[in-house]
T-cell receptor, first 116, second 113 residues
Framework: GDSVTQMEGPVTLSEEAFLTINCTYT??????LFWYVQYPGEGLQLLLK?????DKGSNKGFEATYRKETTSFHLEKGSVQVSDSAVYFC???????????????FGKGTKLSVKP | NAGVTQTPKFQVLKTGQSMTLQCAQD?????MYWYRQDPGMGLRLIYY???????DKGEVPNGYNVSRLNKREFSLRLESAAPSQTSVYFC????????????FGEGSWLTVV
């Protein structure tokens, strides 16, 4: 079945460091790919998404490129800030669940801590 | 900018008690979902509703029931709470017209003692 695997955390970085959080997926068909972020005590917020191969999603300095050949959707940011400390979830969106709608399959989440 | 609103935010239950988590969305979305989030497990789908009047089981439906009261509201009921249901519960909604992006509520922290 469809699945998402993302790197385990926690990840601890210094401010202004480069961030990569790896995400790979297994899916039939042509899923959409998402990164969600969860700040402490809050719900999940969509960070970025890509709906087809070679698409690049970007938001708030974060980027991820949908790589069909490597089945990957790695999250990157060139210079992290303390305010980026959160849990990041990679997710795969499929239209196959129930046959008539979209649903998300989540990775287990990667906790990022950024130190000043 | 309400989006998805769920209540209560925090609840402590005794084993065997029942309760209902309420969820409402104001985005006119057709699809609604209930997820639970447990440490190291990511989010797992409990139930979903593709449209008003329909509900279907997700990955972990045992011990839960749902009601899609109308297009806006989707409730989750625990009939006889168990400690294994201690979790954070998220309601969400989506619509095909928005590329199936799923929007989440802020979560309900439930502890069963």
């Amino acid at each position: 079945g469809d699945s998402v695997t993302q790197m385990e955390g926690p990840v601890t970085l210094s401010e202004e460091a480069f961030l990569t959080i790896n995400c790979t997926y297994t899916a039939t068909g042509y899923p959409s790919l998402f990164w969600y972020v969860q700040y402490p005590g809050e719900g999940l917020q969509l960070l970025l998404k890509a709906t087809k191969a070679d698409d690049k999603g970007s938001n708030k300095g974060f980027e991820a490129t949908y790589r069909k050949e490597t089945t990957s959707f790695h999250l990157e940011k060139g210079s992290v800030q303390v305010s980026d400390s959160a849990v990041y979830f990679c997710a795969l969106g499929t239209m196959n669940y129930g046959g008539s709608q979209g649903n998300l399959i989540f990775g287990k989440g990667t906790k990022l801590s950024v130190k000043p | 900018n309400a989006g998805v609103t769920q209540t209560p935010k925090f609840q402590v239950l005794k084993t065997g008690q029942s309760m209902t988590l309420q969820c409402a969305q104001d985005m006119n979305h057709n699809s609604m979902y209930w997820y639970r989030q447990d440490p190291g497990m990511g989010l797992r789908l409990i139930y979903y509703s593709a449209s008003e009047g329909t509900t279907d089981k997700g990955e972990v439906p045992n011990g839960y029931n749902v009601s899609r009261l109308n297009k806006r509201e989707f409730s989750l009921r625990l009939e006889s709470a168990a400690p294994s249901q201690t979790s954070v519960y998220f309601c969400a909604s989506s619509d095909r017209g928005q590329g199936n992006t799923i929007y989440f509520g802020e979560g309900s922290w439930l502890t069963v003692v």
